[in-house]
């Protein structure tokens, strides 16, 4: 059967999940007429493993993705079931919001707002390969022989690529929650010369909530007074469900270990790897066996379901096993499996081969974003779909491509991460990763990137101008406070007392009583109010920017250095063979990776500091060698 003329695009987005909404919503938002092509429209923005955004790092990164004008924020908090803020006792540098979705109101939410996208098409297909023309990809063929032309497409298929879902012994071709896996793509790549590796991650049992006995279990209600995720949010949702906490035990871990020899993971049966960070139960009573217990969540996954998300029990047992691990935890003696946990074993792409902007180097006009290219989670995912989306569109449109720099944001630091560095396992973002973490906040992700989500044509008018409002209100405050003194009153000694302070000696600029560690925005306010109703963000903008100006000056001069080493550019017909006296690792390795800049072939592993210099050196004196044609 010949294929036929389906229609012609800017931007096609092949796959559905959380990198694809937001690339495909980035894209028709930038002006690129854009089609979404995903298996199945009912399973838009499915969340596959735990009903939750949000976290250390990965919260942030949500925060991102609204400032610039994306969608996951938004949704989530229309959607969410229950919301904390994570680290409260902390520093602002690792604060991180953290939401339990309602997993089928979710979907029905995102859904809503792609089919309302004006240039945005939907529709339900199966991509089997893409349209290849003088080396550059040009379209994508459907199984039903619809031909799509587009001048860029973007590949995210998730975790969907040679999908093997694996319980016990029992294993069968499949995505994520029995949907189709994609295997005919994934083979079109290899032919295409990909390099690809094999990864797996799992999922624990669903249990029915009424078969749990809660009394034996911790309650973990939500925040009295929830924040929010997107900028744009008014409103809270107030009746919040809580989620449960248990744990395991001798018993539990008793009956793992009987059944080791029948897990997946230790049977040879799967050969991927899998995220260090979010091991299965099997894998944490091996690595851990001197812990006497691991923590086991209960989290509802909706408001109109009984289905409850058992977090801490990914697995790969056999189900009959499954039933054994439930029933010696506290609560769960009687609980009622809906769903058996398994793992999953799909393929990625190595994210070396990809430019910063996720553009694959080999394949003009072809981008990859979310799970696809080694990440793991639903935040990682759409942090790179947004940005795949945004470039996609640029390309596709004539226009310049956005690279964010890891000291501008939590997903720059991931992309450079990923294109860098590569992974040998699912990658997860952790405030670790961050040299940066003090300037890339919870709190001020829109000030870091709202300006830019404008440039591009993703934030509207009336809410840049609230933002500008909002940076002039910040900005007006620290002013006054630079030059209200304060004196030492009786009343002022007294309330300085009441929050373990000194008594103060002198008079005192209220911007400077601030940095105090014990005094916060509150008891300024209460010595000194402002004349102007500011808002809370306002109020904790001001307090933060004072209170750590020092550390934020040290690393803001960090990143004026970084910032030279970035705008030292690595011509891109430069030959490393010619180079001499770099070490085999590094030529190699600079070979593959091909940074566009001298900050960047710092970064990659193998590269050491020598190499850096006699690199400086072949660049500056203008040696630059032409690549040999051969």
């Given at each position: 059967?010949?294929?036929?003329?389906?229609?012609?695009?800017?931007?096609?987005?092949?796959?559905?999940?959380?990198?694809?909404?937001?690339?495909?919503?980035?894209?028709?938002?930038?002006?690129?007429?854009?089609?979404?092509?995903?298996?199945?429209?009912?399973?838009?923005?499915?969340?596959p493993?735990?009903?939750?955004?949000?976290?250390?790092?990965?919260?942030?990164?949500?925060?991102?993705?609204?400032?610039?004008?994306?969608?996951?924020?938004?949704v989530?908090?229309?959607?969410y079931?229950?919301?904390?803020?994570?680290?409260?006792g902390?520093?602002?540098?690792?604060?991180?919001?953290?939401?339990?979705?309602?997993?089928?109101?979710?979907?029905?939410?995102?859904?809503?707002?792609?089919?309302?996208?004006?240039?945005?098409t939907?529709?339900?297909?199966?991509v089997?390969?893409?349209?290849?023309?003088?080396?550059?990809?040009?379209?994508?063929?459907?199984?039903?022989?619809a031909?799509?032309?587009?001048?860029?497409?973007?590949?995210?298929t998730?975790?969907?690529m040679?999908?093997?879902?694996?319980?016990?012994?029992?294993?069968?071709?499949?995505?994520?929650?029995?949907?189709?896996?994609?295997?005919?793509?994934?083979?079109?790549?290899?032919?295409?010369?990909?390099?690809?590796?094999?990864?797996?991650?799992?999922?624990?049992?669903?249990?029915?909530?009424?078969?749990?006995?809660?009394?034996?279990?911790?309650?973990?209600?939500?925040?009295?007074?929830?924040?929010?995720?997107?900028?744009?949010?008014?409103?809270?949702?107030?009746?919040?469900?809580?989620?449960?906490?248990?744990?395991?035990?001798?018993?539990?871990?008793?009956?793992?270990?009987e059944?080791?020899?029948?897990?997946?993971?230790?049977?040879?049966?799967?050969?991927g790897?899998?995220?260090?960070?979010?091991?299965?139960?099997?894998?944490?009573?091996?690595?851990?066996?001197?812990?006497?217990?691991?923590?086991?969540?209960?989290?509802?996954?909706?408001?109109?379901?009984?289905?409850?998300?058992?977090?801490?029990?990914?697995?790969?047992?056999?189900?009959?096993?499954?039933?054994?691990?439930?029933?010696?935890?506290?609560?769960?003696?009687?609980?009622?499996?809906?769903?058996?946990?398994?793992?999953?074993?799909?393929?990625?792409?190595?994210?070396?081969?990809?430019?910063p902007?996720?553009e694959?180097?080999?394949?003009?006009?072809?981008?990859?974003?979310?799970?696809?290219?080694?990440t793991?989670?639903?935040?990682?995912?759409?942090?790179?779909?947004?940005?795949?989306?945004?470039?996609?569109?640029?390309?596709?449109?004539?226009?310049?491509?956005?690279?964010?720099?890891?000291?501008?944001?939590?997903?720059?630091?991931?992309?450079?991460?990923?294109?860098?560095?590569?992974?040998?396992?699912?990658?997860?973002?952790?405030?670790?990763?961050?040299?940066?973490?003090?300037?890339?906040?919870?709190?001020?992700?829109?000030?870091?990137?709202?300006?830019?989500?404008?440039?591009?044509?993703?934030?509207?008018?009336?809410?840049?101008?609230?933002?500008?409002?909002?940076?002039?209100?910040?900005e007006?405050?620290?002013?006054?406070?630079?030059?209200?003194?304060?004196?030492?009153t009786?009343?002022?000694?007294?309330?300085?007392?009441?929050?373990?302070?000194?008594?103060?000696?002198?008079?005192?600029?209220?911007?400077?009583?601030?940095?105090?560690?014990?005094?916060?925005?509150?008891?300024?306010?209460?010595?000194?109010?402002?004349?102007?109703?500011?808002?809370?963000?306002?109020?904790?903008?001001?307090?933060?920017?004072?209170?750590?100006?020092?550390?934020?000056?040290?690393?803001?001069?960090?990143?004026?250095?970084?910032?030279?080493?970035?705008?030292?550019?690595?011509?891109?017909?430069?030959?490393?063979?010619?180079?001499?006296?770099?070490?085999?690792?590094?030529?190699?390795?600079?070979?593959?990776?091909?940074?566009?800049?001298?900050?960047?072939?710092?970064?990659?592993?193998?590269?050491?500091?020598?190499?850096i210099?006699?690199?400086?050196?072949y660049?500056?004196?203008?040696?630059?060698?032409?690549?040999?044609?051969?």
């Amino acid at each position: 059967m010949s294929t036929y003329e389906a229609g012609q695009y800017d931007v096609i987005v092949i796959g559905a999940g959380h990198a694809g909404v937001e690339a495909a919503h980035a894209a028709a938002r930038r002006g690129a007429k854009t089609l979404m092509l995903t298996l199945n429209l009912d399973m838009i923005a499915f969340m596959p493993c735990n009903p939750s955004i949000g976290g250390p790092a990965k919260g942030i990164v949500v925060r991102e993705v609204d400032a610039l004008g994306g969608l996951m924020g938004k949704v989530i908090d229309k959607t969410y079931i229950q919301m904390r803020m994570l680290n409260t006792g902390k520093g602002p540098a690792v604060r991180a919001l953290r939401a339990q979705a309602d997993k089928p109101l979710y979907i029905q939410e995102m859904k809503s707002i792609l089919e309302k996208e004006p240039n945005l098409t939907l529709r339900q297909g199966v991509v089997e390969q893409l349209l290849m023309e003088d080396g550059k990809c040009k379209g994508v063929i459907t199984e039903t022989k619809a031909l799509y032309r587009a001048k860029t497409v973007i590949i995210t298929t998730g975790t969907f690529m040679r999908g093997r879902v694996i319980i016990g012994d029992i294993s069968y071709e499949s995505g994520p929650n029995n949907q189709r896996a994609s295997v005919k793509l994934a083979e079109h790549l290899e032919e295409l010369g990909f390099d690809l590796v094999r990864f797996k991650t799992g999922t624990p049992p669903r249990v029915h909530n009424q078969s749990i006995d809660y009394g034996k279990t911790e309650i973990q209600p939500g925040d009295e007074h929830p924040q929010h995720f997107s900028y744009e949010t008014t409103e809270a949702i107030l009746d919040q469900i809580p989620c449960w906490l248990t744990y395991t035990n001798e018993k539990t871990h008793e009956v793992i270990n009987e059944n080791l020899g029948l897990s997946a993971m230790y049977s040879g049966m799967i050969k991927g790897t899998g995220p260090r960070y979010c091991p299965s139960i099997e894998d944490k009573i091996v690595r851990f066996h001197d812990k006497p217990r691991h923590q086991v969540f209960l989290e509802p996954e909706g408001k109109n379901t009984d289905e409850v998300y058992v977090q801490g029990l990914s697995t790969s047992l056999p189900e009959y096993v499954q039933h054994q691990i439930l029933r010696s935890i506290p609560g769960l003696e009687e609980a009622e499996i809906m769903r058996a946990g398994y793992a999953i074993e799909y393929d990625a792409v190595v994210p070396t081969q990809l430019w910063p902007t996720l553009e694959v180097k080999n394949i003009e006009g072809l981008f990859t974003a979310g799970q696809i290219n080694g990440t793991s989670g639903y935040e990682e995912a759409a942090g790179q779909g947004i940005m795949a989306g945004i470039n996609a569109a640029a390309k596709a449109l004539g226009k310049d491509s956005v690279i964010l720099d890891r000291s501008q944001a939590y997903i720059g630091v991931l992309i450079d991460d990923l294109v860098t560095k590569g992974t040998n396992e699912p990658y997860r973002l952790l405030t670790s990763r961050a040299e940066y973490r003090l300037l890339l906040r919870h709190d001020n992700a829109d000030l870091r990137l709202t300006e830019l989500g404008y440039k591009l044509g993703l934030i509207s008018k009336e809410r840049y101008q609230r933002f500008e409002e909002k940076k002039h209100l910040i900005e007006e405050e620290k002013e006054r406070l630079s030059k209200v003194r304060l004196k030492p009153t009786e009343e002022l000694q007294q309330l300085m007392e009441s929050i373990g302070g000194t008594r103060l000696k002198d008079g005192v600029l209220a911007y400077d009583l601030l940095k105090r560690p014990e005094v916060t925005y509150d008891v300024i306010e209460q010595v000194t109010p402002s004349e102007k109703d500011l808002a809370a963000d306002v109020k904790e903008q001001v307090e933060i920017q004072i209170k750590y100006q020092g550390y934020i000056s040290k690393s803001n001069q960090q990143v004026e250095k970084l910032k030279k080493m970035e705008s030292k550019v690595i011509p891109e017909n430069i030959d490393y063979d010619a180079i001499s006296g770099i070490a085999t690792e590094a030529r190699e390795k600079l070979k593959k990776v091909r940074p566009l800049s001298v900050a960047q072939a710092s970064r990659i592993s193998g590269v050491n500091p020598a190499d850096i210099s006699i690199l400086l050196v072949y660049i500056e004196q203008g040696n630059v060698a032409k690549v040999s044609s051969e």
